[in-house]
Nanobody, 125 residues
Framework: QVQLQESGPGLVKPSQMLSLTCTVS????????WSWIRQSPGKGLEWIGV???????NLKPSLKSRAAISRDTSKNQFSLQMSSVTPEDTAVYYC???????????????????WGQGTQVTVSS
């Protein structure tokens, strides 16, 4: 069974870097798409970006300038880094997985089969 667990600081100050890690079990990086998705208070799910089975990344255009996704297959982890955060980045952040070698739906939250429980990140001074 695929399991994902997010970890990272719950509180980040404005203008600083947000770093989150997703630890994975029960799945292989080489056969899946791995995404970060967030939900801000009172809003719907927002796809942030994906790292695919080849290690290639795609990011939401509006976040591309300050977000990056990477993976460490030796640790069964993939990570999100987001710079210059503002209070608008306050959200519950999820990591998610879909077993697939190719799709045009990787930017849709509903496409993903397995999710972590989510981690609350608050941006505040």
């Amino acid at each position: 069974q695929v399991q994902l667990q997010e970890s990272g600081p719950g509180l980040v100050k404005p203008s600083q870097m947000l770093s989150l890690t997703c630890t994975v079990s029960g799945a292989h990086f080489a056969t899946s798409h791995w995404s970060w998705i967030r939900q801000s208070p009172g809003k719907g799910l927002e796809w942030i970006g994906v790292i695919d089975y080849d290690g290639d990344t795609n990011l939401k255009p509006s976040l591309k300038s300050r977000a990056a996704i990477s993976r460490d297959t030796s640790k069964n982890q993939f990570s999100l880094q987001m710079s210059s955060v503002t209070p608008e980045d306050t959200a519950v952040y999820y990591c998610a997985e879909k077993r697939s070698y190719g799709s045009n739906y990787y930017d849709q939250a509903s496409w993903y089969d397995y999710w972590g429980q989510g981690t609350q990140v608050t941006v505040s001074s």
